[in-house]
């Protein structure tokens, strides 16, 4: 039977009349007594901030890093991916809905205990904790306790995110964090807001932050005929050329019809077409969710030939393990173990 969920006091909030306002995320919800945030977690409790998730983990698996995804940081390893419960956004096609809509009590960790399972976990080339399938930044002060007791077993952390916190608590969270997939949603405002009941602007503030703190990878799911047209995709990928740098991995992903919005899965051909306009900027761009050959496997940006094959994401075969092209010698832009 799952144990009751540890109360604990929430980081970055404040005071206004009765209420508190809380400013972990742009929603900046005020919250009287009693009232839970939209996010589910946080909560008004007698003129305090309160989270309800702290430790309370709805999924536990190991996978392989390739499933966060992260194609350029530790290729071939595993990592323990952890979840709660609740998000910060609403998109109407959450692929995670069973969990991000919904707040439960389930099994209960402890920071300590996270990296002990992590470390357990070694011989299978685990490397540390991922805090991934459902929103990351509402477990704030869980993975913030977790970090440090991963980083003290000289593990990494990860974050698989929305990238829609507030900058001052991203800051801060992102020194202790290795390495970051942020989900950028659409390239148009009114496609955050409408699709998702977000903003763009944070989030795009937010990465170029997190480019200067640790490894960062970007997916973009492409939905048929919302977010998937030549203007989205050269705008985003142009942007991320320019605020990141051509070597930045881009993950195109195929939508498949889930909770609110049941529409045709993405086409390939809108898939191949994304990759194409996207390789006009981007040297490492990647297709998921698809059954295309070639299409996770790794080039050099300078001769095109093979570094890693990724038939599945299980096992890749990972030609350059020096860290180098064995072809023409060009460094390839990945952190390797
Ligand atoms: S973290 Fe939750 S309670 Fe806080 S502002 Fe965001 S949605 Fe609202």
Redesign the pocket.
């Known amino acids: 039977m799952a144990r009751e969920v540890p109360v604990r006091s929430a980081a970055y909030y404040s005071r206004e009349g009765e209420g508190v306002r809380?400013?972990?995320?742009?929603?900046?919800?005020l919250?009287m007594s009693g009232q839970?945030?939209?996010?589910r977690?946080?909560e008004c409790r007698d003129g305090e901030l309160v989270t309800r998730s702290y430790g309370n983990v709805s999924s536990i698996a190991l996978d392989p890093i390739e499933k966060k995804p992260l194609y350029h940081f530790y290729p071939g390893s595993t990592i323990l991916s952890l979840g709660s419960f609740g998000c910060?956004l609403r998109c109407r096609y959450c692929q995670n809905w069973q969990i991000s809509q919904r707040v439960e009590e389930a099994h209960i960790l402890t920071p300590q205990s996270a990296a002990e399972i992590a470390q357990g976990y070694q011989k299978e080339r685990c490397i540390g904790v991922a805090f991934t399938y459902n929103e990351p930044?509402?477990w704030y002060e869980f993975i913030w306790d977790a970090a440090e007791h991963i980083k003290a077993a000289g593990m990494v952390s990860v974050l698989v995110t929305n990238g829609y916190m507030s900058p001052k608590p991203w800051r801060e969270l992102l020194a202790r964090i290795d390495a970051v997939n942020v989900d950028i949603k659409g390239w148009r405002g009114e496609f955050y807001g409408k699709m998702c009941g977000g903003m763009l602007q944070p989030v795009l503030d937010n990465v170029e932050t997190a480019g200067d703190l640790c490894h960062i990878e970007l997916t973009y799911l492409l939905i048929p005929g919302h977010n998937d047209d030549d203007d989205s995709i050269r705008g985003f990928v142009r942007w991320v050329r320019e605020q990141l740098g051509r070597n930045t991995p881009v993950h195109f992903s195929r939508y498949f019809p889930n909770y609110n919005l049941d529409i045709d899965p993405t086409p390939i051909s809108t898939m191949e077409r994304a990759r194409l306009l996207a390789q006009e900027w981007l040297d490492f761009v990647y297709l998921g969710n698809v059954n295309i050959a070639g299409a996770a496997d790794t080039y050099c940006a300078k001769c095109r030939s093979l570094l890693i094959q990724r038939s599945t994401v299980y096992n890749p075969r990972i030609i350059a393990d020096s860290g180098r092209c064995p072809a023409c010698g060009e460094e390839v832009p990945w952190i390797f173990q």
């Open positions: 809380c400013r972990l995320c742009p929603n900046s919800c919250l839970a945030g939209l996010c977690v946080r910060n930044t509402i």
